[in-house]
């Protein structure tokens, strides 16, 4: 007997069970966010756009409308004053060559250490990881007396390059992302090599580095702003101008001579800008770089 169709039931579209749409975010939860953000953003650099406005005045203006700069209120002098008292370009010299000297240590010892640490096995590896994590935790002005004892009075470093740069030219935050970093090669790849007669210096410098060069960037930009900012360690261990990097040279202009310039705040936040010119001009040229290896080193770590 045929089937009656009127009788049959065919799936049809209308047949599928239709799923509530969801309830659309309301507008001010989605702006509420991102006013905080952007006020969060406007605080963070308001120092750092205020300093640069200082540094331009003419006349300092130390209400909230000196923020906006106004034209007749404009004027290049004070980075001609903050130069004719200090030396600009011997400052940054001297800041370039501490900072410099302290990042070629840091990743050179970085890598050793890091290498050893992750690769190598030997007695008391353990203890002397730890030894690195406790390092972290002691505050530099804790050790300060001790080295200023030791290297100025003990070796007569004081007043040199070599006096400023030995005390920064380990920094364990470097060993660990160097060690962090190296973990991630598959140890068979360093098995290989010393089964082939490699020495350890050898695949360190031929398999190794090669291999962790986003964590060479990530080491060096990390420990560029510690030195390049300094001014405690190399005011203590520097007594003659002409050694001293630019932070100590504001700071001694600061203490000795701002009193007798007409705009000294404005002739110290010029010399700040300055300082803070090749910090800024380095995270813009290395941004991209900075945010990938800073991301790959959340995510490996």
Not at 92 to 113: D, E, K, Q, R, Y
Request: with cysteine; hydrophobic share 55%; aromatic share 12%.
């Amino acid at each position: 007997m045929p089937e009656n169709p009127r009788t049959t039931s065919t799936p049809t579209a209308s047949a599928t069970p239709v799923t509530p749409s969801e309830p659309r975010t309301p507008l001010w939860r989605r702006i509420l966010p991102m006013f905080f953000l952007l006020l969060g953003a406007v605080v963070f650099l308001f120092p750092f756009y205020y300093m640069i406005v200082g540094a331009l005045q003419t006349k300092r203006d130390p209400s909230l409308s000196g923020a906006i700069p106004w034209p007749s209120n404009l004027t290049l002098d004070n980075f001609i004053d903050i130069n004719a008292s200090i030396d600009l370009g011997r400052s940054l010299l001297n800041s370039g060559i501490f900072t410099g000297a302290v990042v070629l240590c840091t990743l050179f010892f970085g890598i050793l250490a890091g290498y050893a640490l992750a690769t190598l096995s030997f007695r008391g590896r353990g203890l002397l990881f730890a030894i690195v994590l406790l390092l972290q935790a002691v505050p530099f002005q804790l050790l300060m007396v001790p080295l200023y004892v030791l290297l100025v009075r003990g070796f007569g470093l004081g007043d040199t390059y070599l006096g400023m740069i030995l005390p920064f030219a380990i920094n364990s935050v470097a060993v660990l992302i160097f060690r962090q970093f190296f973990l991630q090669v598959p140890r068979e790849m360093f098995d290989a090599a010393r089964i082939d007669g490699a020495g350890e210096f050898r695949i360190l410098r031929s398999i190794a580095v090669p291999l962790v060069r986003p964590a060479i960037l990530t080491a060096a930009l990390v420990t560029f702003l510690g030195p390049w900012n300094e001014f405690l360690w190399p005011f203590l261990i520097t007594k003659e101008q002409s050694l001293q990097p630019l932070a100590v040279a504001i700071a001694n202009f600061t203490q000795t001579g701002a009193a007798f310039h007409p705009n000294a705040i404005g002739a110290i936040l010029a010399g700040s800008t300055v300082l803070a010119v090749p910090a800024v001009a380095l995270f813009i040229i290395f941004q991209r770089h900075f945010k990938a290896t800073d991301a790959s080193t959340g995510v490996k770590g």
